[in-house]
């Protein structure tokens, strides 16, 4: 069983900066893909990014946005730059026990609560 919290989420300015962070719990966090997704309201959750050794990003995200993880500190980040009004949504963590980066929300098992987003134009 893996928990997931995520944090960092706020109100920014457009074309400003924010760092999500995801804490999972568990032993085994290095075994499991991380992804990031995202609901804006009236949406349908898209993909975001996702990492395992490498990075996988959505092709609205590509090049704004970074995904990172540090396994000492069983923490996955996704670093936000040159944020649009468009980027408004709530983010949300996931992990899965999967050996191919997937964009496929159904391959991650689990999932973190979200925490909202909100770039002002």
């Known amino acids: 069983q893996v928990q997931l919290v995520e944090s960092g989420g706020g109100l920014v300015q457009a074309g400003g900066s924010l760092r999500l962070s995801c804490a999972a719990s568990?032993?085994?966090?290095?075994?499991?893909?991380m992804g990031w997704f995202r609901q804006a309201p009236g949406m349908e959750r898209e993909f975001v990014a996702a990492?395992?050794?490498?990075?996988l990003y959505g092709g609205s995200v590509k090049g704004r946005f970074t995904i990172s993880r540090d396994n000492a500190k069983n923490t996955a980040y996704l670093q936000m730059n040159s944020l649009k009004p468009e980027d408004t949504a709530v983010y949300y963590c996931?992990?899965?026990?999967?050996?191919?980066?997937?964009?496929?929300?159904?391959?991650?098992?689990?999932w973190g609560q979200g925490t909202q987003v909100t770039v002002s134009s």
């Open positions: 996931a992990a899965g026990d999967i050996k191919t980066l997937s964009p496929r929300q159904y391959e991650y098992n689990y």
């Open positions: 568990g032993r085994t966090f290095s075994s499991y893909a």
């Open positions: 990492i395992s050794w490498r990075g």
